[in-house]
């Protein structure tokens, strides 16, 4: 069992910067998928953000290349989202995930992922 939290979101203007951190007990982020969906009001939760468990590189939805970074610190078990040049767009309930079977395919599919943070709101404003 992994339980997964998240922090860091908030309230902040358009063209600003945002890091988000995701900590997670029970299992370690060895050989796991890690990544970051977000939700927006009335809309389906979509990828933004993850480590492939199998070659450990990031993956980015194309709405987000450039402006965010994914990484990860091992020794503290933890994932962050260094969210840059924010858009009114970004704004939504930002959830971390966790998978240790993903395969590629499926790595932008929130549904294939079994363990889910309780999610952090980031609003951006103009």
């Known amino acids: 069992q992994v339980q997964l939290v998240e922090s860091g979101g908030g309230l902040v203007q358009t063209g600003t910067s945002l890091k988000l951190s995701c900590v997670a007990s029970?299992?370690?982020?060895?050989?796991?998928?890690v990544g970051w969906f977000r939700q927006a009001p009335g809309k389906e939760r979509e990828f933004v953000a993850a480590?492939?468990?199998?070659?450990?590189?990031?993956y980015y939805a194309d709405s987000v290349k450039g402006r965010f970074t994914i990484s990860r610190d091992n020794a503290k078990n933890t994932v962050y989202l260094q969210m840059n040049s924010l858009e009114l767009d970004d704004t939504g309930v930002y959830y971390c995930?966790?998978?240790?079977?993903?395969?590629?395919?499926?790595?932008?599919?929130?549904?294939?992922?079994?363990?889910w943070g309780q999610g952090t709101q980031v609003t951006v404003s103009s």
């Open positions: 480590f492939f468990r199998s070659n450990d590189r990031p």
């Open positions: 029970g299992r370690t982020f060895t050989r796991t998928t």
């Open positions: 995930a966790a998978d240790s079977t993903i395969i590629l395919s499926s790595l932008r599919d929130h549904r294939a992922y079994d363990y």
